[in-house]
């Protein structure tokens, strides 16, 4: 399921939403930790697929040593790929979330506690009190 299909944004038109998910997502790109995670991802990976393709030649040595550095590549690759994907949904939805505050656009269901604001037009949600528009003027 992609950012766009997020029910929050079910009342939006599709160029619209088709907007906002480009906006969250090139800046949930730029979050420091999901930065650091892809580049560590990257390096484990190029790291691990030469670690193994210099396998053969290191072996003669010693077989149980030789293997240390591209297994351990490989897992930490893999952990890393792991963690960057779920912790970029988070950071996305959050993206997301503060993309339509700034925009002030209500969305169709509230991101902290799911609650449906279709009928709601109060700038905080009547179910936790999330903050769903900037001006805090409104009723
Ligand atoms: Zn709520």
Known sequence: MGLEDARELAHLPPHE????????????????????LRVLTWIAGVGAAAAWAAFPFLAHADARAALFLP????FLGAAAAVVRAFHGIKVR??????????????PAACFA???SLRQVDA????G????????????
């Open 17 to 36: 939403r088709a907007r906002i998910v480009f906006e969250a997502e090139s800046s949930a790109r730029r979050e420091p930790l999901l930065r650091s």
């Open 123 to 126: 700038a905080r949600c009547p």
């Open 113 to 115: 506690c799911g609650r």
């Open 128 to 139: 936790c009190g999330a903050q769903l528009l900037r001006r805090s003027q409104a009723p």
């Open 93 to 106: 939805r959050l993206h997301l979330r503060d993309v339509l505050l700034l925009e002030d656009l209500r």
């Open 71 to 74: 297994v351990g590549l490989t």
